[in-house]
């Protein structure tokens, strides 16, 4: 066992702005507009789509400016989608507050084709008192029985009860699965910890042949390993937020996911408070979302993420992060335009600029103007002078082609972009337990937060991972503090923590590709009182960073 304590480290974190104290959007006024969802026409534990009705009662709830979105004890079934994408996807609702029984109401998804909720552009709305799950697994188990290492193929017998690989939600989801430990249920965690897929085809009773992009992939793999084969890339989140405020999420209980669990962007002030991601009682199942647990992106403020679990994730528990924008053209030391992309700027905002290769900084500044320009570009006035920029390389010609399709800014060369106002600064991650993820506990590229009094339990990434990542998402971080967390077991896959380069707690600056970075950006961490049981190999990792 090994016990850390920093307590003389003296680190000034002005910067943190404390959520916890955010409390769950006021439903004042909203007790006498309660719109049951059972009168709008949803039968409870009958194999009926209740969905429309779910859809009506949330409309009406809008309409009449807010209210209570009531489900009664019982399973709701959710059979269609007004949009192809999510069950129910409200835009611009504003007090609207959804909710059903404590430990008795379910919402069952029968397609993993579809999401359950969405918010967009919505304000002082709640999700609370849920169980949901999927009636067909967004996944397939079963057990390999046979391997041709040569061919770099193995046979992949599915478990009854879940869905084999001609399903329609296969053919659009990604190609990848994850070996499983053949006494826990729990990832393997020797050699690789995921095996992408080419291709599959039938070749016996509920028996495929799974060809590997890389034949060397079935190295990680032996006859009588269990396995999963994922149906997550292009298949929804099941919860959504998008450019929301005041958002909360409590007493939640999910036990699948076709996706990230939770998608959270561009918004503010978001909470999750007992918010469980976890398997049901006597279940078969090996995992349970397909994606990270919360995925946090570009957030104004927090988000706060109190009392939650999750266990049995296939990515990350908790992963924050913004994009950036690059620099498309440098005007002078206080005028830059840039390529937007998935980044809301305002007057008044801090940003950082920065060169991805040795993850340098170049400075931070506060916008003073704002000049939208072709292309989804804007022209962007600084108070403070920043010297040494360098623009971007203009893409190729061929992809500004007319029907190209646009896939956001790409770094050509030069500096990037990241607005600390979007970056989840007051971020409060607090009493959480993580346990048998694939990847990592926390994933953190964003600053000013507070990590404490999490349990981190057998996963096989690193607990708690601060850092840039290289090019695409960031910012590079400073001002987090983690303390009083405890952590047993983590970094168990060979994958990870079996290298060396990784830590039960990890800090490090990055340059592009993930390499190490040549500059010591990352700064004022604060590792307080923590602690680490039985790490594989490093209990911390410190990388380049100035603590």
Request: glycine share 10%; charged share 25%.
């Amino acid at each position: 066992m090994c016990k850390l304590s920093h307590a003389d480290v003296v680190i000034s974190f002005a910067a943190i702005v404390v959520l916890a104290a955010l409390a769950a959007p006021s439903m004042a006024g909203a007790a006498d507009k309660v719109f049951k969802v059972d009168a709008f026409g949803a039968k409870p534990d009958k194999r009926a789509d209740s969905a429309p009705a779910f859809r009506a009662a949330i409309a009406a709830a809008m309409k009449a400016g807010g209210g209570t979105v009531q489900f009664g004890p019982g399973k709701y079934y959710m059979m269609s989608s007004g949009d192809k994408i999510y069950v129910a996807w409200p835009k611009g609702a504003v007090g609207v507050h959804i909710t059903g029984v404590k430990g008795r109401t379910e919402l069952i998804v029968t397609t993993p084709r579809l999401g359950l909720l969405r918010f967009d552009r919505s304000k002082d709305c709640s999700l609370s008192n849920v169980i949901c799950d999927y009636e067909t697994p967004p996944f397939a188990q079963g057990k390999i029985v046979a391997l041709d290492s040569k061919a770099g193929t193995f046979d992949l017998k599915i478990d009854e009860g879940f869905p084999e690989l001609d399903a329609p939600f296969f053919l659009q989801g990604g190609e990848w699965g994850m070996p499983i430990d053949r006494n826990e249920r729990h990832p393997k965690y020797v050699g690789l910890d995921h095996v992408w897929a080419r291709s599959w085809s039938k070749v016996g009773d509920r028996t495929w042949r799974v060809v590997c992009r890389n034949r060397h992939n079935t190295r990680s793999l032996a006859v009588g390993d269990r396995y999963v084969q994922l149906a997550r890339q292009k298949n929804p989140t099941i919860f959504g937020l998008w450019n929301c405020t005041n958002i909360a999420m409590t007493d939640i209980v999910v036990h699948a996911s076709p996706g990230i669990t939770n998608g959270v962007v561009m918004c503010d002030a978001i909470v999750f408070r007992r918010f469980q991601v976890r398997f049901r009682k006597g279940t078969s199942r090996l995992i349970t979302s397909n994606g990270d647990g919360i995925h946090v992106h570009g957030n104004r403020r927090g988000p706060v993420i109190e009392d939650c679990y999750f266990e049995g994730i296939c990515d990350d528990g908790v992963n924050l992060n913004s994009h950036m924008s690059p620099v498309v053209k440098v005007e002078s030391d206080t005028r830059i335009v840039v390529d937007r992309g998935p980044v809301i700027f305002k007057v008044g905002d801090r940003i950082q600029i920065s060169e991805p290769d040795t993850a340098k900084l170049r400075g931070t500044a506060t916008i003073k103007a704002i000049r939208p320009e072709p292309g989804n570009r804007f022209a962007l006035t600084l108070i403070q002078p920043i010297k040494g920029i360098k623009p971007n390389r203009p893409p190729p010609a061929d992809a500004r082609r007319p029907g190209r399709r646009r896939r956001g800014p790409r770094r050509r060369g030069g500096d990037v972009v990241y607005n600390l106002n979007s970056a989840n600064a007051g971020f409060v991650i607090r009493g959480n337990t993580f346990r048998l993820h694939r990847r990592h506990g926390l994933l953190i590229r964003s600053g000013g937060g507070l990590i404490e009094k999490n349990l981190f339990d057998n996963i096989c990434g690193v607990g708690i991972l601060v850092m840039n990542g290289g090019a695409l998402e960031g910012p590079i971080a400073s001002n987090v503090v983690i303390r009083n967390n405890r952590l047993i077991g983590v970094g168990q896959s060979r994958h990870y923590g079996g290298t060396g380069r990784f830590g039960a707690i990890m800090v490090r600056t990055n340059g592009t590709g993930f390499k190490l970075a040549p500059e010591r950006s990352i700064s004022n961490i604060s590792i307080l009182d923590n602690e680490i049981i039985d790490p594989p190999k490093n209990a911390l990792y410190l990388s380049l960073i100035h603590i």
